[in-house]
Each structure stands twice: as structure tokens, then as C-alpha cells.
């Protein structure tokens, strides 16, 4: 689940608050950082997986960025052999 407050604070701090920077660093389609931004929606996994990339890229730790749920059924799973 992406944290939009975070994602506004790095938009603003990194990209200067420029749609279209933001979009050609992290390779995000400029609509869906608009919709964040904007419009206050989550992200689909493209866009969690590009901002993965471009944080590991520049030093940023993506967890400030991205929380990702524990499995919620570790027990259920059955082993293969």
C-alpha cells in the first residue's frame, strides 16, 4: 500500500513538485502520479514496482514509501515436496 503523504513529500523534495520529471525519472505514467497527487488513489503494482526500482536507485528506503503486508494465511499453505 503506498503512503501519499510520504509519496507527496518525496514528489515535492525530489522532483520539485514537476509531473513530468517524476514520471521520466521513475519511469510512472504522468496520469497515475496525477491521480495520486491529486485525486488521493493508490497504486497498482507497475507503479509500486517502478518506485521500488527508482528508490534503489537513488537511495531512498521504499519501506517509507510502500508498506507490503505480512502473508495473511502462513499456516494454510501447503509444502510441496
Request: proline letters at 4%; one cysteine or more; hydrophobic letters at 40%.
Amino acid at each position: 500500500m503506498l503512503n501519499i503523504p510520504a509519496f507527496e513529500k518525496l514528489f515535492t523534495e525530489r522532483f520539485d513538485g514537476r509531473y513530468h520529471e517524476a514520471a521520466r525519472q521513475t519511469g510512472i505514467d504522468v496520469s497515475q502520479i496525477h491521480r495520486i497527487i491529486n485525486q488521493k488513489q493508490g497504486a497498482g503494482i507497475i507503479v509500486v514496482e517502478r518506485l521500488i526500482e527508482w528508490c534503489n536507485k537513488n537511495g531512498v528506503d521504499y519501506r517509507t514509501l510502500i508498506s507490503i503486508p505480512e502473508p495473511l494465511a502462513t499456516g494454510n499453505v501447503e509444502e510441496t515436496a
